[in-house]
């Protein structure tokens, strides 16, 4: 209770699969894994600036991508950050920086989480499989597994001196992705290519709580390929919803 604008905290957490030792086309699956947490959320500078940080190490046990019944061991990693600043103006408008990185596994052909074309038989397995929520963009939208991901944001009410426009929102991310492991896989299955730069993203976006029951979205992304896909044409994304509580 003294850390007044600092929350530190740690976690374990476990699941079992309860289906571990299924035989299927020869081929055994199965996935306990164990995770261990440590991390602190705050503010810095007169509540200004805002941080998360967080690592996590995880480890158990799972199969190769093999017709042997032996289990392989886990040990993977996660860290996740942000920085958050809270510009000082009318516009409650906002400026932010994270970092994503987690482990993978160079001897994962295809799939850096999956049994078929996952870890090789007799090697540690290190690609981390984790649980939750991360932003990692409207297109790629790639797992944290193998990877890297920095995302530069901004957010801003421009309207907010207007009464039906004063919860109407519009921002931007702006994403540049990497493998952690070069040779391993990433979720995407077109990055084919023994390459770490998976490329780049903009996403651009708008809210309107129009009332406090009734909000309205819209968000459009466009995903530069890089060296890791063997296409180098950009996706785009487009979405648009409304939303009614009641």
């Given at each position: 209770r003294g850390w007044v604008d600092h929350t530190p905290f740690v976690y374990y957490y476990s699941q079992d699969d309860q289906d571990a030792g299924m035989v299927r086309d020869d081929q055994v699956f199965g996935y306990d894994s164990r995770y261990v947490g440590i991390g602190s959320r705050g503010k810095f500078f007169h509540?200004?600036?805002?941080?998360?940080?967080?690592?996590?190490?995880?480890?158990?046990?799972?199969?190769?991508?093999?017709?042997?019944?032996?289990?392989?061991?886990i040990h993977a990693w996660a860290f996740d950050s942000e920085l958050r600043y809270l510009v000082p103006d009318r516009r409650a408008s906002q400026l932010s920086l994270g970092y994503l990185l987690t482990s993978g596994d160079s001897?994962?052909?295809?799939?850096?989480?999956?049994?078929?074309?996952?870890?090789?038989?007799?090697?540690?397995?290190?690609?981390?499989?984790?649980?939750g929520f991360r932003d990692t963009g409207l297109v790629l939208a790639p797992r944290p597994s193998n990877l890297g991901a920095v995302r530069l944001g901004a957010s801003t009410f421009p309207l907010n001196e207007y009464k039906a426009l004063e919860r109407f929102q519009v921002g931007s991310n702006f994403y540049i992705y990497h493998k952690q492991q070069a040779g391993g896989a990433a979720s995407d299955t077109l990055s084919t290519q023994h390459d770490s730069f998976l490329g780049s993203e903009i996403d651009l976006f708008a809210n309107w709580q129009i009332t406090s029951d009734l909000a309205w979205a819209v968000h459009y992304g466009v995903f530069m390929p890089g060296d890791a896909f063997h296409s180098q044409r950009a996706r785009q994304l487009f979405f648009t919803g409304l939303t009614l509580s009641f």
């Open positions: 509540r200004d600036l805002q941080y998360s940080c967080e690592m996590a190490g995880e480890f158990g046990k799972s199969y190769a991508f093999s017709d042997e019944p032996d289990r392989q061991n001897d994962r052909d295809y799939s850096p989480t999956n049994t078929i074309g996952g870890n090789r038989a007799h090697t540690v397995d290190t690609s981390f499989s984790g649980w």
